[in-house]
């Protein structure tokens, strides 16, 4: 089993045409986020779901949810940059109902991946998951525990990952990904 290790920071983009140097990664095909205030988790795996890059994108507790919302969506632009040729989809959760006072940030954080993704190419198609809909796809309980996601994924897939929020981005790219090949509509 292969563990891998989450990066708590953006791709590495000291030059802006390091992608163009190095040649875009033409294995990437597909990305799945699993977006969150605290952290975001991506994956992204090549047409045999192997995976590629898998890291987490934590924002500080101490800042502004819209300085947070704004390095969410930063991060997002490096990573298509970094690894957005040639992808088939991105894979993204629909907005689940939160509290309150959280649905607007949460709902701002949603917003601000699809409109990084839809400036970095407008055709590119948004695959939207329901949350309950991987979770049963996953474990067969669409309101599956954390715990249960991982051991699912573990057990059928063979991934393990260091961080919950990679599970979530994992599972519901497997989801939307399958669905894909067998010509399903998401």
Not at 5 to 10: C, I, W
Not at 118 to 134: E, G, M, N
Request: hydrophobic residues 35%; charged residues 30%.
């Amino acid at each position: 089993m292969k563990v891998y290790k989450t990066m708590t920071r953006r791709p590495d983009r000291r030059d802006k045409t390091s992608h163009m140097k190095l040649g875009c990664d033409t294995k990437t095909r597909f990305i799945g986020i699993d977006q969150s205030l605290s952290c975001t988790g991506v994956v992204c795996c090549d047409l045999k779901m192997r995976v590629k890059l898998a890291y987490c994108i934590p924002t500080s507790p101490d800042l502004f949810n819209e300085a947070r919302i704004d390095w969410i969506g930063m991060c997002i632009s490096s990573l298509l940059r970094v690894h957005g040729c040639h992808l088939h989809f991105v894979a993204l959760e629909r907005p689940a109902y939160a509290a309150q006072g959280q649905r607007d940030v949460l709902h701002g954080v949603y917003w601000e991946i699809r409109r990084r993704v839809y400036k970095y190419d407008k055709t590119l198609d948004i695959k939207l998951v329901p949350i309950s809909t991987w979770k049963k796809y996953v474990t067969g309980n669409g309101r599956a525990s954390k715990a249960l996601i991982r051991n699912s994924i573990e057990k059928r897939w063979g991934h393990t990952f260091n961080d919950e929020n990679i599970y979530d981005a994992y599972g519901l790219l497997r989801y939307a990904a399958d669905k894909w090949m067998k010509g399903d509509r998401v």
